[in-house]
């Protein structure tokens, strides 16, 4: 039987805060949100694509080994002497990112095969038999490849490993399916109650986030569910939001816990190595206090199914 393979773009040792103890976070290209305020524009988009840091550019007069190197010409030197991507036009092939000296150039988007991946994260093992850590699949959208999500979530069970992955849950049922009795925790996004305020700040409705959280619970109700909502000024820091959220949250017994995260703006410098604007233009910070108000509100899950 051929193996699947998957398409990630970075795996991140050390991680604290994607489920329990210490883990590594494998992250998945693709996504089917827009959310404006993503941190990871580099994963919405399913295949590799290329990212350019100016600040480590040597400059096309002074190196242009990229330009010179690319099999298709793809890439052009820049009034700023910079080379530009002609996007449209990239095949994705990474030449370009291997012959640049300075690391400037980064191709994102890996094809990569359980085997491998397993490989890799066995390489931290101590770290989370010590701490009660494991993996997390993240992204982008780990079920936007299901079969590969799957293979690999069997195999790290099977190896002992726990496992959780983060979901915005804007998928075919079949693919959720597909994928729970494989893991230890599910970390489901939700990011407003509101269909069409959700469309509006994410490009989706939120009919089938709503309708695959409730299937989940009732499909796999040993299934522990982490809820989290980002909290983003101007979109959901509302008390009334979080209030909806909170009453649904107590109302599914599979939901553990209902965590906010404060929005920040980590992600930006990204957009401009995609040659990409960042949509969201609300303010640059949230309160934190606002936000641990909030988390007061959300709190309750815990207290009522305690
Ligand atoms: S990734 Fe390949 S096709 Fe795209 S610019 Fe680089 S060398 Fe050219
Ligand atoms: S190879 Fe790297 S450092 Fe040289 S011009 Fe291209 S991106 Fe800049």
Redesign the pocket.
Known sequence: MVEPTGIIFNVQSFSIHDGPGIRDVIFFKGCSLRCQWCSNPESQNAGPELS?NRQ?????A??????A?CPYGV?EPSPEN??HVRRDLCHGCGT?AR???????KLMGTVVDVEALCTRVHQNDSFYAHSEGGVTLSGGEPLLQPLFAAALLERLGREGLHRAMETAGHVPWESMAGVCPHLDLLIYDLKHPDSETHRRWTGQGNERILDNLHRVCAMFPHLPVLLRTPVIPGVNDSEEVIERVTELACSLPSVERYELLPYHRFGEAKYIQLDRDYPYKGPSSIDKERVAALQRIADRVEQEHC
């Not at 480590?56 to 096309?60: A, I």
């Not at 002074?62 to 330009?67: L, R």
């Not at 012959?99 to 150039?105: G, H, T």
Request: aromatic letters at 0%; proline letters at 8%; hydrophobic letters at 35%.
């Open positions: 350019h480590r550019c040597l400059g096309v002074g190196c242009g080994s990229c330009v190197s890439l910079l080379p370009c012959s640049c000296p300075a690391q400037a150039l």
